[in-house]
């Protein structure tokens, strides 16, 4: 027989305390609940000044009676100077109490020398602060049954302590008050409570009352999934008028946002599937041929060496795949392209002259001013023109020729452009060829990544700018970009980076 022992089904996990469901019940209940503490704190105020107020007059009336006694014995004391004692005449007690006040005239020693007589023969307890210290000092201390308030006052005389009177009075009378304050405060509270409920939760239903049709009209497209519809409520001026309003709003956003958020995970799924397979062959490529290399170890130097090419030439395929898949992440994530005053004719130099050592015969020309001032992020330009330079060559014949212009708006904007003899996109081609991993010719995939236009799309816009696209199947391709002009504060530090920027544009000048 097994020892575990079995879980009692009927034993359930203690639940944690939940708030009502409906909005009215917990504004009713925040309203009791918030007007029940400042009430019962009101009321603990209130009889905690009451309280302190009666105690402190019982006290009060204690060493009044206390201060009575003192001055009545001390002219009554008288020395001996023949004995080594004192002797004290005290008068009565009795003569100083009262009905509700006990008076104990004592020793130091704690030997009773009289009490009133409403003591009835009981003695007051000794207070040991008094008769050991000399200070004065209040206690509470139970006599015939019932709490007494007792002061102890040392008899001083030359300043030597001599005796101690203690002065008592009954508590009861202060207690009896403090209850039926307590009786009163608490039937008042819980009636202003009952009555403060009934109202708000009345004002709350009738407040509320928009709000439930509103939640019924929410509801209801909730339920058919229709975000085109809308709430349909008078507009009334209030919060519940406001709030209709805000939710026709936020309904539209809803409709706008379920729309990209469709286009976006169909195109996350294309991009994830169309990366694996680009990944995938690289990746197959380098490991035949490591593995070749492995099991032949004979291999002669000529096909050494052309597997060894191999593998290099995917690994840079590869790595350039990765590099454009990292820039566009960092796209994804929401990364700012920082803009600065810059030569963009300068900038399109440097990238013609770049990109003529990549050119099989083709002819490379640019037609551009001396200068272009421009505000932009000058390494994002400047990849734009060599990813755009990149597309023309790959898609040009060796005979055919490229052209790169660049003229300034006068408004203070710039266009560029890039044309190419090419074969040219179909026209079926063109809405698609900004996609990631898109090709127009899928037999030259293993050309390029096919990232590289959705990666100029996105600099462009970045900057704010558009680009567009003509082309015609054998006749070739033109990519303009359209880029704004610069911000206030951006041509206001143009000046700042003018002589860089002409030191920069020599440079680039003798390059073509």
């Given at each position: 027989?097994?020892?575990?022992?079995?879980?009692?089904?009927?034993?359930?996990?203690?639940?944690?305390?939940?708030?009502?469901?409906?909005?009215?019940?917990?504004?009713?209940?925040?309203?009791?609940?918030?007007?029940?503490?400042?009430?019962?704190?009101?009321?603990?105020?209130?009889?905690?000044?009451l309280a302190n107020s009666l105690?402190?007059?019982?006290?009060?009336?204690?060493?009044?009676?206390?201060?009575?006694?003192?001055?009545?014995?001390?002219?009554?004391?008288?020395?001996?100077?023949?004995?080594?004692?004192?002797?004290?005449?005290?008068?009565?007690?009795?003569?100083?109490?009262?009905?509700?006040?006990f008076v104990q005239v004592s020793?130091?020693?704690?030997?009773?020398?009289?009490?009133?007589?409403?003591?009835?023969?009981?003695?007051?307890?000794?207070?040991?602060?008094?008769?050991?210290?000399?200070?004065?000092?209040?206690?509470?201390?139970?006599?015939?049954?019932?709490?007494?308030?007792?002061?102890?006052?040392?008899?001083?005389?030359?300043?030597?302590?001599?005796?101690?009177?203690?002065?008592?009075?009954?508590?009861?009378?202060?207690?009896?008050?403090?209850?039926?304050?307590?009786?009163?405060?608490?039937?008042?509270?819980?009636?202003?409570?009952?009555?403060?409920?009934?109202?708000?939760?009345?004002?709350?239903?009738?407040?509320?009352?928009?709000?439930?049709?509103?939640?019924?009209?929410?509801?209801?497209?909730?339920?058919?999934?229709?975000?085109?519809?809308?709430?349909?409520?008078?507009?009334?001026?209030?919060?519940?008028?406001?709030?209709?309003?805000?939710?026709?709003?936020?309904?539209?956003?809803?409709?706008?946002?379920?729309?990209?958020?469709?286009?976006?995970?169909?195109?996350?799924?294309?991009?994830?599937?169309?990366?694996?397979?680009?990944?995938?062959?690289?990746?197959?490529?380098?490991?035949?041929?490591?593995?070749?290399?492995?099991?032949?170890?004979?291999?002669?130097?000529?096909?050494?060496?052309?597997?060894?090419?191999?593998?290099?030439?995917?690994?840079?395929?590869?790595?350039?795949?990765?590099?454009?898949?990292?820039?566009?992440?960092?796209?994804?994530?929401?990364?700012?392209?920082?803009?600065?005053?810059?030569?963009?004719?300068?900038?399109?130099?440097?990238?013609?002259?770049?990109?003529?050592?990549?050119?099989?015969?083709?002819?490379?020309?640019?037609?551009?001013?001396?200068?272009?001032?421009?505000?932009?992020?000058?390494?994002?330009?400047?990849?734009?023109?060599?990813?755009?330079?990149?597309?023309?060559?790959?898609?040009?014949?060796?005979?055919?020729?490229?052209?790169?212009?660049?003229?300034?708006?006068?408004?203070?904007?710039?266009?560029?452009?890039?044309?190419?003899?090419?074969?040219?996109?179909?026209?079926?081609?063109?809405?698609?060829?900004?996609?990631?991993?898109?090709?127009?010719?899928?037999?030259?995939?293993?050309?390029?990544?096919?990232?590289?236009?959705?990666?100029?799309?996105?600099?462009?816009?970045?900057?704010?700018?558009?680009?567009?696209?003509?082309?015609?199947?054998?006749?070739?391709?033109?990519?303009?970009?359209?880029?704004?002009?610069?911000?206030?504060?951006?041509?206001?530090?143009?000046?700042?980076?003018?002589?860089?920027?002409?030191?920069?544009?020599?440079?680039?000048?003798?390059?073509?």
């Open positions: 027989m097994s020892s575990e022992k079995k879980k009692d089904p009927t034993m359930a996990k203690p639940r944690a305390l939940r708030l009502p469901g409906s909005l009215r019940a917990r504004l009713t209940l925040w309203h009791a609940l918030i007007l029940g503490v400042v009430l019962v704190a009101f009321a603990a105020a209130v009889y905690a000044i105690y402190g007059q019982v006290r009060q009336s204690l060493v009044e009676r206390a201060r009575q006694v003192n001055d009545a014995v001390r002219p009554r004391i008288t020395y001996s100077h023949f004995s080594p004692g004192v002797e004290i005449f005290i008068p009565p007690p009795n003569t100083f109490a009262s009905s509700d006040t020793t130091p020693d704690g030997r009773v020398l009289g009490t009133s007589e409403n003591l009835g023969g009981r003695t007051l307890p000794e207070d040991p602060v008094t008769s050991h210290s000399g200070r004065p000092d209040f206690r509470v201390v139970r006599v015939g049954g019932e709490e007494v308030e007792v002061y102890s006052s040392p008899l001083v005389v030359d300043g030597r302590t001599v005796g101690v009177v203690q002065v008592g009075r009954s508590l009861a009378p202060v207690r009896q008050t403090l209850s039926q304050l307590r009786l009163l405060a608490g039937v008042g509270l819980l009636a202003a409570l009952v009555l403060s409920v009934g109202v708000v939760s009345f004002m709350a239903g009738e407040t509320l009352r928009p709000l439930r049709r509103l939640m019924s009209t929410a509801e209801s497209i909730g339920s058919s999934r229709d975000l085109s519809r809308r709430v349909k409520l008078p507009d009334s001026g209030d919060e519940v008028g406001r709030l209709a309003v805000t939710f026709n709003e936020m309904l539209r956003r809803l409709e706008a946002s379920d729309r990209q958020l469709r286009e976006t995970l169909e195109a996350q799924r294309r991009f994830v599937a169309d990366a694996s397979h680009e990944l995938r062959t690289p990746l197959t490529t380098i490991r035949g041929n490591a593995g070749l290399l492995r099991a032949v170890p004979e291999m002669s130097a000529a096909d050494r060496e052309a597997a060894l090419a191999e593998i290099h030439g995917e690994s840079e395929r590869m790595s350039r795949l990765v590099g454009d898949l990292l820039t566009l992440a960092r796209a994804d994530a929401g990364r700012a392209l920082e803009r600065r005053p810059l030569d963009l004719a300068t900038l399109a130099r440097e990238a013609v002259a770049q990109a003529r050592a990549l050119t099989e015969g083709q002819k490379l020309s640019l037609d551009a001013p001396e200068r272009i001032e421009l505000a932009g992020d000058r390494d994002a330009l400047k990849q734009l023109l060599l990813i755009l330079l990149d597309n023309a060559i790959r898609y040009t014949p060796s005979s055919g020729h490229i052209t790169v212009r660049a003229e300034a708006w006068r408004d203070g904007g710039a266009h560029i452009s890039v044309s190419d003899t090419g074969e040219g996109i179909a026209p079926e081609h063109l809405p698609h060829i900004f996609e990631r991993f898109y090709r127009a010719d899928p037999a030259r995939a293993t050309e390029g990544t096919g990232l590289g236009l959705s990666i100029a799309s996105w600099i462009v816009r970045q900057h704010g700018g558009t680009i567009e696209v003509e082309s015609e199947p054998g006749r070739g391709s033109t990519f303009t970009v359209h880029l704004p002009p610069s911000l206030p504060g951006e041509r206001e530090n143009g000046a700042a980076s003018r002589s860089s920027a002409e030191t920069d544009g020599r440079r680039g000048g003798g390059n073509l």
